[in-house]
T-cell receptor
């Protein structure tokens, strides 16, 4: 079974707008990571946030983590057409297994 | 450094056959994980190898197996293929140092079972 659930499943925005996607998980975690996947290809690591962190930034990406609500959000600011991809959250629990969510499909319209 | 490579990239097999997929991790990475990705089930963890030992295993039948060699290259094998095994198989390597580590994914092997 999957650990994470992303919301929304699909998102379509205009270039320049911000995109926000959410991830909820079920059990306690060591850290949470976000990955991007372009159509049918491998995943690319975007950002890692540890369980004792609340917010992290990397370029146009901002990730928040609320362990009390077991949720995380990924914000992409000033989106570009090249950001069109599927985005997955992955949680790592004790035992070093990664559990991936179902993904959010983001389409950025030029 | 060269990225994670997977061979072959595409494969077509018939039911009942077996298949072996190969993964070469990033130089220096000792951990290799395998995932199955399908539209219905998403990304599911198959197993992880570290220093030639299987350290974690997902909830897949025994038809799915793997191994890791001394140079960290890994192979996974699926025996008695079923139609439901059609998927993108992704390999990921990691240095696995410290308390948190990211995974580096290969481009995947697209397996079609007919």
């Amino acid at each position: 079974s999957q650990q994470g659930e992303e919301d929304p499943q699909a998102l379509s925005i205009q270039e320049g707008e911000n995109a926000t996607m959410n991830c909820s998980y079920k059990t306690s975690i060591n850290n949470l990571q976000w990955y991007r996947q372009n159509s049918g290809r491998g995943l690319v690591h975007l950002i890692l946030i540890r369980s004792n962190e609340r917010e992290k930034h990397s370029g146009r990406l901002r990730v928040t983590l609320d362990t009390s609500k077991k949720s995380s959000s990924l914000l992409i600011t000033a989106s570009r057409a090249a950001d069109t991809a599927s985005y997955f959250c992955a949680t790592e629990r004790t035992g070093n297994q990664f559990y991936f969510g179902t993904g959010t499909s983001l389409t950025v319209i030029p | 450094k060269a990225g994670v490579t997977q061979t072959p990239r595409y494969l077509i097999k018939t039911r009942g056959q077996q298949v072996t997929l190969s993964c070469s991790p990033i130089s220096g990475h000792r951990s290799v994980s395998w995932y199955q990705q399908t539209p219905g089930q998403g990304l599911q963890f198959l197993f992880e190898y570290f220093s030639e030992t299987q350290r974690n295993k997902g909830n897949f039948p025994g038809r799915f197996s793997g191994r890791q060699f001394s140079n960290s290259r890994s192979e996974m094998n699926v025996s008695t293929l079923e139609l439901g095994d059609s998927a993108l198989y992704l390999c990921a390597s990691s240095p696995r140092t410290g308390t948190a580590y990211e995974q580096y994914f290969g481009p995947g092997t697209r397996l079609t079972v007919t």
